[in-house]
Antibody, heavy 119, light 108 residues
Framework: QVLLVQSGGEVKKPGASVKVSCMAS????????MHWVRQAPGQGLEWMGV????????TYAQNFQGRVTMTRDTSANTIYMELSDLGSEDTAVYYC????????????WGQGTLVTVSS | EIQMTQSPSSLSASVGDRVTITCRTS??????LNWYQHKPGKAPKLLIY???VLQSGVPSRFSGSGSGTDFTLTISGLQPEDSATYYC??????????FGQGTKVEIK
């Protein structure tokens, strides 16, 4: 079946960077765009950006431009999201999600990765 | 950038009740409106896409309607397992892939 499996939780200090992975299985990796969404404690879902696993092109949400980098490794069916210059406000659960079209929606989600930023 | 407004922000209802959640967009998104259910500690789950298409495996008590700027998610016959936060999302004009602020549904 279609699965997205994310890397484990991370604890980082303010100013550090974190890299979260999301491995896809059960479908052709390069066909579907992949998104990252996060949820901070007590907050709603926040879209961070999207990557095309085929060519590697990306689009980032304005709030994260300059701090986020999304990449992929087609040999490993894996996408990555790296967020730099972490602050306490980046403490959140980070999700990857697959975009299904042509009426775009996020049909499969990873289990989530908790990133805690604390000194 | 399209703004999303959900109402109410929270509600409490009894098992068997009919529950309605509204999502309004700042300009027309045609029918490009999705609904997700999110439970604590779990991944969000797609319920409905293109305003009214039920995702495979989702119980038929969930339904969606609307077009343009006004949309509704209805739960007909609320069940205990429906306790969750529900989000709308527009996919008409992207980026960004904006979500509504969420509606928390509690069971009385």
């Amino acid at each position: 079946q279609v699965l997205l499996v994310q890397s484990g939780g991370e604890v980082k200090k303010p100013g550090a960077s974190v890299k979260v992975s999301c491995m896809a299985s059960g479908y052709t990796f390069t066909i579907y765009f992949m998104h990252w969404v996060r949820q901070a404690p007590g907050q709603g879902l926040e879209w961070m950006g999207v990557i095309n696993p085929s060519g590697g092109s990306t689009t980032y949400a304005q709030n994260f431009q300059g701090r986020v980098t999304m990449t992929r490794d087609t040999s490993a069916n894996t996408i990555y999201m790296e967020l730099s210059d972490l602050g306490s406000e980046d403490t959140a659960v980070y999700y990857c999600a697959r975009e299904r079209g042509p009426n775009p929606h996020f049909d499969v989600w990873g289990q989530g990765t908790l990133v805690t930023v604390s000194s | 950038e399209i703004q999303m407004t959900q109402s109410p922000s929270s509600l409490s209802a009894s098992v068997g009740d009919r529950v309605t959640i509204t999502c309004r967009t700042s300009r027309s998104v045609s029918s490009y409106l999705n609904w997700y259910q999110h439970k604590p500690g779990k991944a969000p789950k797609l319920l409905i896409y293109v305003a009214s298409v039920l995702q495979s495996g989702v119980p038929s008590r969930f339904s969606g309607s609307g077009s343009g700027t006004d949309f509704t998610l209805t739960i007909s016959g609320l069940q205990p397992e429906d306790s969750a936060t529900y989000y709308c999302q527009q996919s008409y004009s992207t980026p960004p892939w904006a979500f509504g602020q969420g509606t928390k549904v509690e069971i009385k």
